[in-house]
């Protein structure tokens, strides 16, 4: 119903900022909560973040509330994740994904994301 693909990822600095984007295809981004996800080397798939259909509402991880800006443009099809004050430990392989349930309320959890990117990585140096 839907394809994603993400982009923007890259090495930078800890401290430095990078901007994510996922581009939608086949259905408009619209239908469809989205959400951001990470997963370290060796570790399991972990939620970062998540908006609801026309962005009124939002839900972050804890560890980058008030660093990291989940945005969405809709008539670009387009979801973004603005990642500032990087640090080592949120290396890793972010994925963009999509919840197709009607309630518009953000979801944390990865099992109830139907629609997958396959991930840009992003690398933080020290």
């Known amino acids: 119903q839907v394809q994603l693909v993400e982009s923007g990822g890259g090495l930078v600095q800890a401290g430095g900022s990078l901007r994510l984007s996922c581009a939608a295809s086949g259905r408009p981004v619209s239908s469809y909560i989205m959400g951001w996800f990470r997963q370290a080397a060796g570790q399991e798939r972990e939620f970062v973040a998540a908006?609801?259909?026309?962005?009124?509402?939002?839900a972050y991880a804890d560890s980058v509330k008030g660093r990291f800006t989940i945005s969405r443009d809709n008539d670009k099809n387009t979801v973004y994740l603005q990642m500032n004050s990087l640090r080592p430990e949120e290396t890793g392989v972010y994925y963009c994904?999509?919840?197709?349930?009607?309630?518009?309320?953000?979801?944390?959890?990865?099992?109830?994301?139907?629609?997958w990117g396959e991930g840009t990585q992003v690398t933080v140096s020290s």
């Open positions: 994904a999509a919840h197709r349930r009607p309630r518009d309320v953000p979801s944390t959890r990865l099992q109830e994301y139907d629609y």
């Open positions: 908006i609801s259909r026309f962005g009124s509402n939002t």
